[in-house]
């Protein structure tokens, strides 16, 4: 059968040309494993995973940086000794892992639900208007900054929200622009 020039060829469905090195009876595989990707892609840009992920990182982070602040709380020698007394070497490790641990868990809370926030509005904005741009970011840090300044008044709400914007447009300006020939 003849091609003609600039039409794209046709063919049934799971009947397409394999990729080389794949045999005939590695179909069935080949089709199974696009399956499973075509599941993990609708997963991965449904806002609720995006939701999700952002706060499973956001509490992995904040519970990292508590982590590596609580090693400067114990620095000084003379608070140890007054904070301590009395206390064996084990009692007193284990009062440690345990600030260390309550400061982990309240940090990474925190990060985790500003993370969440954050990126399921911002995925709910980006799904309602059909753009990825700049706009997105700056919208949902306006709107993430004022939900969480909403419990200290109207003027804190708008100055969460505008700090929040300001630092997620500056951010995604950052992670989104050209590098340089130079580097």
């Known amino acids: 059968m003849p091609q003609l020039p600039l039409v794209a060829p046709l063919y049934?469905?799971?009947?397409?040309?394999?990729?080389?090195?794949?045999?005939?009876?590695?179909?069935e595989q080949l089709m199974q494993?696009?399956?499973?990707?075509?599941?993990m892609t609708m997963g991965m840009e449904s806002c609720v995973a995006k939701t999700v992920m952002a706060g499973v990182g956001g509490f992995g982070i904040g519970a990292f940086f508590s982590l590596m602040s609580a090693s400067f709380a114990y620095e000084d020698p003379y608070l140890r000794q007054q904070s301590q007394v009395g206390l064996s070497n084990t009692q007193k490790a284990?009062?440690?892992?345990?600030?260390m641990g309550k400061g982990m868990w309240r940090?990474?809370?925190g990060f985790g639900k500003v993370g969440a926030l954050f990126a399921g509005i911002e995925c709910v904005i980006e799904a309602y208007r059909a753009k990825n741009d700049i706009v997105n970011p700056v919208a949902a840090g306006f709107v993430a900054g004022g939900i969480l300044a909403r419990n200290?008044?109207?003027?804190?709400?708008?100055?969460?929200?505008?700090?929040?914007?300001?630092?997620?447009g500056?951010?995604?300006?950052?992670?989104?622009?050209e590098s340089s020939e130079d580097d």
Request: zero cysteines.
């Open 170 to 177: 500056v951010i995604d300006l950052f992670l989104h622009r």
């Open 107 to 109: 940090t990474g809370k």
């Open 152 to 168: 200290s008044g109207p003027k804190a709400v708008i100055g969460g929200g505008l700090a929040f914007a300001a630092f997620s």
């Open 12 to 27: 049934p469905a799971g009947r397409e040309p394999l990729p080389p090195g794949i045999s005939e009876d590695d179909r």
């Open 94 to 99: 284990r009062e440690i892992f345990k600030d």
């Open 33 to 39: 494993a696009k399956k499973y990707q075509s599941w």
